[in-house]
């Protein structure tokens, strides 16, 4: 009778903290159809983006060059689509740019069984030839989601890619211009500032 009632305690204790567990990896939302970025339309390609630094370009101090690109969230969500394969998890995601952070949410598959979704604000920083992307306050459904797990999920959503991930942290290395700054602003806007040499700039001017 004792054993009976200590395995009926152990199976009520399993069946509770499995549903607790159910309960918080799912997702509060989904994402819609029309945000996820196999669906937003390419607006921005890399020759636009070039015109746009071309036309930004400035002189500073000892005849140095400097230029800013301003990326909204179209054209921000065009270059993220046009720079990820056409198989990525990440065209199952959503991305916008809002209250100087972008908010991403990924749909993942937990251990091959569970549909949820991973969602972060992401800070944007850049300095010399890479950019940072900082992933905050992450949660799995609505669990936070320890570094190592995030970690593992980033490296598979970016194979393929140039990024490499430590932690919460992205960093897109070996970009063709030198950033001397990059933030998002209150307008909602990628803000990225960067140096060039002459060669570069008549390069942008072609």
């Known amino acids: ?48 983006l070039n015109k746009d630094l071309a036309k930004n370009i400035s002189i500073e101090q000892f005849r140095n060059l400097s230029s800013t690109i301003k990326l909204d969230n179209s054209k921000f969500q065009s270059l993220l689509k046009n720079s990820v394969d056409k198989n990525s998890t990440l065209l199952e995601g959503s991305y916008k740019i809002e209250r100087s952070h972008i908010n991403a949410k990924l749909p993942i598959k937990l251990l091959g069984v569970m549909d949820t979704i991973v969602y972060s604000n992401i800070s944007v920083a850049g300095e010399g030839n890479n950019l940072t992307l900082t992933l905050e306050d ?25 990024a490499e991930v430590k932690g919460n942290v992205i960093t897109i290395n070996s970009l063709p211009l030198k950033i001397s ?16 040499d002459f060669k570069q700039a008549a390069t942008l001017n072609r």
Do not use: C, H, Q, R
């Not at 499995?18 to 997702?27: E, H």
């Open 138 to 162: 992450a949660k799995m459904g609505k669990l936070p989601v320890p570094g190592f797990i995030l970690e593992k999920y980033l490296k598979e959503a970016l194979t393929g890619t140039s």
């Open 1 to 48: 009778m004792k054993i009976s009632k200590k395995l009926s305690a152990i199976i009520l204790s399993i069946v509770i903290i499995g549903g607790g567990l159910i309960y918080g990896l799912t997702p509060d939302e989904s994402i819609e159809s029309k945000d996820k970025l196999a669906n937003v339309s390419t607006t921005t390609t890399v020759d636009s």
């Open 181 to 196: 700054g990059a933030y998002i602003s209150i307008d909602n806007e990628i803000v990225t500032k960067v140096s060039l």
